[in-house]
């Protein structure tokens, strides 16, 4: 059965600190992978990673993919409390263009 | 700005009852849009594929005779939750598939809660 499992599940942190956000998959054969952010309402896109090994960066977010360890992670450098949300990991089906999501973590940036 | 919409953004009803949440891409013609659901603190769970013209194709465990989805033209997509229960109450959002660029846009999302 395809499982996307994120952790830590939960994180409180302060302003300025940086983090690291884990997705590990046992998914057969996929497309790509995908970081959304959510927040009160429905998830915002940040990222689409297809080659292992290639970062992909925005502003202060930055993902990286190893398809031989099958694992992602997501990064965030200086954070802040506009951070805090929930951070889901997705992975696209080769076949179709179904989306099976991780368990998410929920970040909480403090002032 | 947005590229799909959801209505209503929330509702409550009692049970029983149905309820009709509407799913409209704004700028697109998307032929495939997913239905999710989301209980409290979990993640999004797919419910199913959208097909313009065509049935819908449900995922393991869904009920279609209780999930009806229309997707009647290529900007909207309906999902009626028949005869509703408490254990229903969810969070419901649509997407839909750009295969211009791959990605997946989601709506905003309907809190249903059924009393």
């Known amino acids: 059965e395809d499982k996307v499992v994120q952790s830590p599940l939960s994180l409180v942190v302060h302003e300025g600190d940086t983090v690291t956000l884990n997705c590990s998959y046992e998914v057969t054969n996929f497309r790509s992978l995908l970081w959304y952010k959510q927040e009160k309402k429905a998830p915002t896109f940040l990222f689409m990673l297809?080659?292992?090994?290639i970062e992909k960066k925005s502003g202060r977010l930055s993902s990286i993919l190893d398809k031989k360890e099958l694992f992602s992670i997501l990064n965030i450098t200086a954070t802040q409390t506009g951070d805090s949300a929930v951070y889901l990991c997705?992975?696209?089906?080769?076949?179709?263009?179904?989306?099976?999501f991780g368990t998410g973590t929920r970040l909480q940036v403090f002032p | 700005g947005a590229v799909v919409s959801q209505h209503p953004s929330w509702v409550i009803c009692k049970s029983g009852t149905s309820v009709k949440i509407e799913c409209r891409s704004l700028d697109f013609q998307a032929t495939t849009m997913f239905w999710y659901r989301q209980f409290p603190k979990q993640s999004l769970m797919l419910m199913a594929t959208?097909?313009?013209?065509?049935?819908?194709?449900?995922e393991q465990g869904v009920e279609k005779d209780k999930f009806l989805i229309n997707h009647a033209s290529l900007t909207l997509s309906t999902l009626t939750v028949t005869s509703a229960h408490p254990e229903d109450s969810s969070f419901y959002i649509c997407s839909e598939q750009r295969t211009s660029n791959n990605e997946q846009f989601f709506g905003p999302g309907t809190r249903l809660t059924v009393l």
């Open positions: 997705a992975l696209k089906s080769y076949n179709t263009d179904k989306l099976i």
């Open positions: 959208s097909n313009e013209g065509s049935k819908a194709t449900y």
């Open positions: 297809t080659s292992s090994g």
